[in-house]
């Protein structure tokens, strides 16, 4: 399914949230200046078929998106019994510049929720490299009655990034998860979450850490 992931440059042109440049006393080096290049390997999940999810980077190499047009979870009413839980794995080949390496310093997740009393919602996202042990999870709870648009932000410390293997080519993984529960309070009402981008504005944004990889021997 590598091809239902479509890779757009236009997009990058929306973002506007990126991280500042790191100072030299952080220990943290800015953006390489040659460009990334983000090929997608695998895409998998109910919440991204085929054809309804794009990728793009932003000029100054310090995030990419993801936007999505079909991610929906919902439950309640006469929903489907398996809608209340959608999910995407998406399995990323990030070529980035000679001598660098990155991690995830933070995602920003947009969507909109509309929870009856009683209902329930959460956002997830795991993160780990390829053959790596480590993965990062972050868990977003949301409570009914809601009726807006909601926002999650995944932040990890500097001094907790895990980087890319330097010299070896690892795919990074990233796997997002809806789940919404209707309750008992109001379940003949249907509640729901998406994250998509039908109005237009980025859903979400990876922004990346950079730092030059040790010498080679």
């Known amino acids: 399914m590598a091809g239902g992931l479509l890779l757009s440059g236009a997009i990058a042109a929306l973002l506007t949230s990126a991280l500042p440049a790191q100072s030299p006393s952080s220990g943290f080096d800015d953006p390489p200046?040659?460009?990334?290049?983000?090929?997608?390997?695998?895409?998998?999940?109910?919440?991204?078929?085929?054809?309804?999810?794009?990728?793009?980077?932003s000029e100054d190499n310090t995030a990419f998106t993801v936007t999505y047009s079909d991610y929906l979870a919902q439950a309640g009413g006469g929903s489907d019994p398996t809608a209340f839980r959608r999910n995407c794995q998406l399995s990323l080949i990030v070529h980035v510049p000679g001598g660098f390496t990155y991690a995830i310093a933070s995602a920003d997740y947009r969507g909109f929720a509309s929870l009856q009393p009683g209902a329930s919602g959460s956002q997830r996202a795991s993160y780990y490299f390829q053959g790596s042990p480590s993965t990062v999870q972050k868990n977003h709870p949301f409570s009914g009655p809601y009726n807006d648009n909601w926002q999650a932000t995944d932040e990890t410390d500097w001094a907790q990034l895990v980087y890319a293997p330097c010299g070896v080519q690892r795919n990074f993984n990233i796997n997002t998860e809806l789940r919404v529960t209707a309750g008992t309070q109001s379940a003949n009402k249907v509640s729901f979450m998406t994250m998509d981008s039908t109005d237009g504005d980025i859903s979400t944004v990876y922004h990346l850490a950079w730092k030059e990889c040790p010498p080679k021997k």
Do not use: E, L, Q, R
């Not at 990334?36 to 109910?46: D, F, L, P, Q």
């Open 33 to 57: 200046p040659d460009k990334i290049v983000i090929k997608v390997a695998t895409v998998n999940g109910s919440g991204c078929p085929a054809g309804t999810a794009a990728v793009a980077v």
